[in-house]
């Protein structure tokens, strides 16, 4: 982020194992960058935050950083008690192939009971490089980091903010379906941990 008064995106890049870094500028993204995930040299996608009107962005790099695209991104379908989509975030990327992405994150709706305002998390998965991208809600209220080191198999972390409570989202056939368990049974952290 830059200053306080203006925010800028950069990007930095290294091509010699962190000896040196050049940094590149983002006008195209409103939010702040989240998390980063190369599948090779070339072939990168990072998530923003928030983006224009409260929706999260992902953008995609061919060419190792020197050039960024925005990709369409959807959230998820609205969940029965909800009645408006109210603004996402994604918080974390990994991209084990130059195919296979999966994004994590929350949606936070409106919803027409109490309370008025709920939020859930979301894994977004594609097989075509970020082109399109099927989105889901978990039971955890905030998906906050993933890891791939295959396609089939991941490992997502997050929280249930109401119970601050750390959960475990486990997919093995690629982000189709998650089991969602607590990650210590019974173990209950402090607000802001």
């Known amino acids: 982020r830059g200053g306080n008064l203006s925010a800028s995106n950069t990007v930095l890049v290294t ?6 870094w050049s940094a590149f500028t983002l006008p195209s ?18 998530t923003a935050a928030l983006g224009i009107g409260g929706m999260s962005t992902i953008i995609m790099t061919n060419d190792g950083g020197l050039g960024w695209a925005n990709l369409v991104w959807g959230a ?3 969940p029965a008690n909800a009645s408006a989509l109210v603004g996402s975030q994604l918080n974390a990327i990994t991209c084990p192939t130059t195919s296979d992405c999966l994004a994590v994150g929350q ?13 859930q998390g979301v894994i977004s ?9 099927q989105s889901h809600l978990v039971p955890a209220n905030d998906i906050t980091g993933i890891s791939c080191p295959i396609t089939q198999d991941c490992l997502a972390v997050g929280q249930n903010t109401g119970y601050q409570s750390v959960y475990r989202n486990v997919t093995t ?18 607000g802001g941990h």
Not at 107 to 119: G, K, L, M, N, R
Not at 126 to 133: A, L, M, P
Not at 173 to 190: E, F, K, M, N, R
Request: glycine residues 12%; contains cysteine; hydrophobic residues 30%.
């Open 125 to 133: 998965t594609t097989n075509d490089g970020g082109q399109t991208w």
């Open 107 to 119: 949606a936070t709706y409106s919803t027409t009971v109490s309370p008025p305002i709920e939020t």
């Open 76 to 78: 998820p379908p609205l």
């Open 29 to 46: 993204v409103d939010g702040y960058l989240t998390s980063v995930s190369c599948s090779d040299t070339e072939h990168c996608l990072a």
């Open 15 to 20: 091509t010699n194992g962190g000896v040196a």
């Open 173 to 190: 056939d690629g982000g189709a379906t998650w089991t969602v368990s607590p990650l210590v049974s019974g173990t209950q952290i402090a």
